[in-house]
């Protein structure tokens, strides 16, 4: 069935740093792909998408670009905030139901200033 | 924008009752509510789909006489954990679907059973 993978984390950097969390995933058909941001005591916000292959889903500094060929969906952040530390989901959606959506588990950003 | 309105926030109840979270889509129908799951330090598991009208679909693994879903109207779901026991405390989140509705989270119910 479809999956999908993301970095384990912690990651740890300091401000200004370069952020990079990988994602990739395994789907049949034509998925869409999303990252996600849950803040601490908060629930989910949507913090980019992209629903096709090239496609550069981008927001508050955060870009992520769909590989279909290397079925990845990295996100980036050329230099991160102490307000960035939170957790963050990959996820897809595709199939039959477009809109139940499959998550990765999670990657925890700290940032330290 | 659109907004799910999830509530409780947060609850605390004895091993043994029953809990009831509402979510509540504001200015959309939502033919379609996603319950989520997540316990501590995991990623979020789909439990069931309830649809507008009919039963609810439950993934494999949830028990469907222990999560109780009604979806009695187009902008309102309800998930009750029945007979909780310490193990069900966890984070429920819900998501409302219709199409093009990635965006439309609750804001979550973290649910603790004492």
């Known amino acids: 069935g479809d999956s999908v993978t993301q970095m384990e984390g912690p990651v740890t950097l300091s401000e200004e740093a370069f952020l990079t969390i990988n994602c990739t995933y395994t789907?049949?058909?034509?998925?869409?792909l999303f990252w996600y941001v849950q803040y601490p005591g908060e629930g989910l916000q949507l913090l980019l998408k992209?629903?096709?292959?090239?496609d550069k889903g981008s927001n508050k500094g955060f870009e992520a670009t769909y590989r279909k060929e290397t079925t990845s969906f990295h996100l980036e952040k050329g230099s991160v905030q102490v307000s960035d530390s939170a957790v963050y989901f990959c996820?897809?959606?595709?199939?039959?139901?477009?809109?139940?959506?499959?998550f990765g588990t999670g990657t925890r950003l700290q940032v330290f200033p | 924008g659109a907004v799910v309105s999830q509530h409780p926030s947060r609850v605390i109840c004895k091993s043994g009752t029953s809990v009831k979270i509402e979510c509540r889509s504001l200015?959309?129908?939502?033919?379609?509510m996603f319950w989520y799951r997540q316990f501590p330090k995991q990623s979020l598991m789909l439990m069931a789909t309830s649809n507008e009208g009919s039963k609810a679909t439950y993934e494999q693994g949830v028990e469907k006489d222990k999560f109780l879903i009604n979806h009695a109207s187009l902008t309102l779901s309800t998930l009750t954990v029945t007979s909780a026991h310490p193990e069900d405390s966890s984070f429920y989140i819900c998501k409302g679907g219709g199409g093009g509705t990635e965006a439309f989270f609750g804001q979550g119910t973290r649910l603790t059973v004492v």
């Open positions: 789907a049949t058909g034509y998925p869409s």
């Open positions: 992209a629903t096709k292959a090239d």
């Open positions: 996820a897809l959606s595709g199939g039959y139901n477009t809109d139940k959506l499959i």
């Open positions: 200015d959309f129908q939502a033919t379609t």
